[in-house]
């Protein structure tokens, strides 16, 4: 039976090292992707992310199951990226969709940071990638604090409740910060939402 | 069909009622607001579902509005997940290992566990209830403890009163002193 990760992080309170590394393994591909999204930087993404592990770590001997796990992880999560956002306000962090990261440090692999190419026409990679983009330059164009409730409603699928206490926001203010959002979104998308929504 | 960002504007803020031979005011436009993004993501209760179907029979903008939420998330779903790097845990496992071990201050020993204070608390309560406790053993009685019998009253008015001492000479202390103490002999 799976524990919850209330129980795990009881159980690295006391000092049980293997729940720990259960919830390392739990939640750093949510944790990455959803720092990935707000900063647009893989690097720091996972310098980031590395460290609301290490806050989880931190304060394993206080911890107390008062709110969900997730909640807890996403809030600290939250508030690192809109320190790190306001840190780097005026520098550019875009990275280019081309530019090679190091997959793995340990054999010093390098790839694209989008995954293979998948299709053999490369014309229809090409639209796929300008669709993609598209996507993402407009998720980046919304302001932190809706950009951040877009991706825990949309991608970690928390509820409202749990949203809200994240972002530190009554409920009423975050379905109305959701709304302004998506129709935000839903302008920027245009040309994709008419053709979707056919 | 695709509603502009500021024609959208303009009719959320107008309250557009349904009216018709035998219904009235379903729900204006600018409800749907709060309530649109969970209709879409099947969140709301029942009774708000219904109040919203009944809204979007009668209008064809929020129906647009609804359709093109929809294809926002489905837009969004697009998105590839990608995969931290191989060197995370190993990054995390070194971030880890690097704290300190926690240590414990002297003053942590001042803080009472809490079965220390229970059983500390349930003690002094204890001690409370025993010693108000009336004494149920009538054997012994204030007649059968021993009395003290010729007490020396001389031993206590052998003591000279402080308001004689503070009227003793004041030009040397330390012949006062001699003097008082061979003078309370005299006073016996």
Redesign the interface.
């Known amino acids: 039976m799976t524990r919850s990760d209330v129980q795990l992080m009881l159980d690295v309170k006391a000092g049980d090292a293997q729940s720990f590394e259960l919830l390392l393994q739990r939640y750093r591909t949510p944790l990455v992707n959803f720092l990935y999204r707000m900063v647009r930087n893989r690097e720091q993404a996972e310098d980031l992310a590395q460290e609301v592990f290490l806050r989880v770590y931190r304060a394993r001997e206080d911890y107390e199951p008062s709110a969900k796990f997730t909640t807890w992880l996403f809030r600290i999560a939250t508030n690192l990226a809109l320190n790190s956002l306001r840190d780097h306000r005026y520098q550019k962090l875009e990275t280019s969709m081309d530019a090679p990261i190091v997959a793995d440090a340990e054999d010093g692999d390098e790839r694209p940071m989008e995954i293979a190419d998948e299709h053999p026409d490369i014309e229809q990679h090409l639209v796929e990638e300008a669709r993609k983009n598209m996507i993402r330059h407009a998720i980046e164009k919304l302001p932190e604090k809706q950009r951040a409730a877009v991706l825990l409603h949309k991608y970690q699928e928390l509820d409202y409740a749990e949203i809200s206490k994240v972002l530190q926001c009554s409920e009423s203010a975050l379905k109305s910060l959701l709304f302004r959002a998506y129709e935000t979104l839903r302008v920027e998308l245009a040309p994709l939402v008419a053709s979707a929504a056919k | 069909m695709?509603m502009?960002?500021s024609e959208?504007r303009r009719y959320m803020a107008r309250a557009v009622k349904h009216e018709g031979p035998r219904r009235k005011v379903v729900m204006s436009c600018g409800r749907m607001?709060?309530r649109?993004?969970?209709y879409v993501d099947g969140?709301l209760k029942e009774s708000e579902r219904g109040e919203m179907e009944k809204h979007l029979v009668g209008c064809a903008a929020c129906r647009?509005r609804v359709?093109?939420?929809?294809?926002?998330?489905?837009?969004?779903?697009?998105?590839?997940?990608?995969?931290?790097?191989?060197?995370?845990?190993?990054?995390?496992h070194a971030?880890?290992a690097a704290?300190p071990e926690?240590r414990r201050s002297w003053l942590a020993w001042l803080a009472p566990s809490p079965r220390i204070a229970f059983v500390a608390s349930m003690l002094l309560v204890a001690t409370v209830w025993l010693g108000s406790r009336p004494v149920e053993n009538p054997a012994i009685a204030e007649t059968d403890l021993p009395v003290v019998e010729n007490v020396d009253y001389d031993v206590i008015s052998n003591f000279a009163p402080l308001s004689d001492l503070s009227q003793a000479p004041d030009d040397d202390s330390s012949d006062s002193d001699a003097t008082s103490q061979q003078q309370q002999p005299q006073q016996m």
């Open positions: 695709k502009p960002a959208g607001e709060t649109i993004l969970a969140r647009v359709n093109e939420f929809r294809a926002v998330g489905d837009l969004l779903d697009e998105l590839p997940v990608i995969e931290p790097s191989g060197a995370f845990n190993a990054r995390v971030l880890v704290e926690k």
